[in-house]
């Protein structure tokens, strides 16, 4: 047997509020749409990962999700000027990655990261 894909799946009480924050600022595409449920992702071809943290590194919380991105500092000032609160960073870690917190509309914590 082999895994073909992980889905992360949030409850919310609006799918439509994600559209900023994944599709306008990270570029996701909308995949699917039946209005109770809205599938944001991407054609590129991706890693199955799925991982289990007791923090998040240097201390910090585990985030609900990790994005991985071309441009940290790019996401990150498109999400200072959309309004989002930078909670962490940027910040380069000694692991080989500069990466970000910042919480989606959902208030979900989100580790927006590129590799160095």
């Known amino acids: 047997m ?3 894909r992980i889905v992360s799946n949030i409850e919310v009480q609006d799918a439509a ?7 306008k600022i990270l570029g996701l595409d909308l995949l699917m749409d039946h209005g109770w449920i809205r ?22 919380p585990v985030p609900d999700l ?6 940290v500092d790019a996401a990150c000032e498109a999400m ?3 309004g989002f609160a ?4 940027p910040v380069d870690e000694p692991w080989g990655v500069r990466r970000f917190y910042v919480r989606d509309p ?4 989100v580790n927006i ?4």
């Open 2 to 4: 082999k895994v073909n």
């Open 17 to 23: 509020r994600a559209q900023r924050f994944y599709q």
């Open 39 to 60: 599938t944001y992702g991407s054609d590129q071809p991706m890693t199955v990962q799925i991982s289990f943290a007791q923090q998040g590194g240097s201390d910090t």
């Open 66 to 71: 990790s994005i991985e991105v071309d441009d």
């Open 80 to 82: 200072q000027a959309a």
């Open 86 to 89: 930078i909670e962490y960073g």
């Open 106 to 109: 959902f208030g979900k914590l």
């Open 113 to 116: 990261l590129a590799h160095r």
